[in-house]
């Protein structure tokens, strides 16, 4: 007959492998969903994607940004910090995430000043008076016109690139990469190819410093 004590350590036994395995399971799914994100490095860069920094830089940020998310404004300065600090070395691409309602079509704006030279002057004056343009998380589109008129565009010019059907095409590849990559929210941050363990600035900076000493 099997002893009630050594009935009760299998029982335990056998509620700490269950324990363990289900760990070691979970484990392995947030592994999996996180290098998931990284498995299509075609969908990283495209040849159309703006950049700034030297093309041969050993690091490349990659970031998915929407114009009207307010966390994607509040973190490019730091961005452009992050740049400013390891100019030789770091390279930022930037791709779009067109997730806010609408927002493809200030986008479409932002690329077509691209075509006066003028994306990302014209992507930084709408980061930083998102308040004007996105009342309520919605993007205004005439708001967003009046605010790119103050930096010197050709309006009649900007209004007639921005129909451009090749816009558009460029916009949807993106939102495409976008979901192939996993990305669902905004800003999204890829460090040669690596997603970010876990959002936040400290993290993208740590993942920067990681390929930095790895190069």
């Known amino acids: 007959m099997i002893k009630p004590k050594t009935l009760f350590v299998g029982a335990i036994a056998l509620l700490l492998f269950g324990f363990f395995l289900a760990v070691l399971i979970q484990t392995a799914e947030r592994e999996s969903q996180s290098s998931g994100k990284a498995t299509h490095p075609e969908a990283l860069v495209r040849m159309h994607a703006p950049a700034l920094g030297r093309p041969d830089a ?6 998915f940004i929407d114009p009207a998310c307010g966390t994607c404004a509040a973190l ?73 008129a103050g930096i010197g565009l050709d309006m009649v010019r900007l209004a007639a690139d921005a129909a451009d ?3 558009a095409a460029l916009i949807a590849q993106d939102a495409a990469d976008a979901r ?32 930095l000493a790895r190069r």
Not at 58 to 63: K, S
Not at 106 to 112: C, D, G, M, N, Y
Not at 183 to 201: A, C, H, I, M, Y
């Open 165 to 167: 059907p090749a816009i």
């Open 76 to 148: 490019y300065p730091a961005v452009k910090e992050i740049l400013a600090q390891h100019p030789d070395q770091l390279r930022l691409v930037l791709r779009y995430a067109p997730f806010h309602p609408g927002v493809d079509q200030v986008i479409a704006l932002v690329e077509a000043a691209r075509r006066q030279d003028r994306l990302w002057p014209a992507l930084e004056v709408l980061l930083a008076t998102q308040e004007r343009w996105t009342p309520n998380h919605r993007p205004d589109v005439e708001q967003a016109r009046r605010v790119l």
């Open 180 to 211: 192939l990559l996993g990305v669902e929210k905004t800003p999204e941050f890829f460090v040669n190819g690596r997603p970010l363990p876990s959002f936040g600035l400290k993290q993208l900076q740590m993942l920067v410093a990681e390929e």
């Open 58 to 63: 050993q690091v490349t940020i990659v970031e």
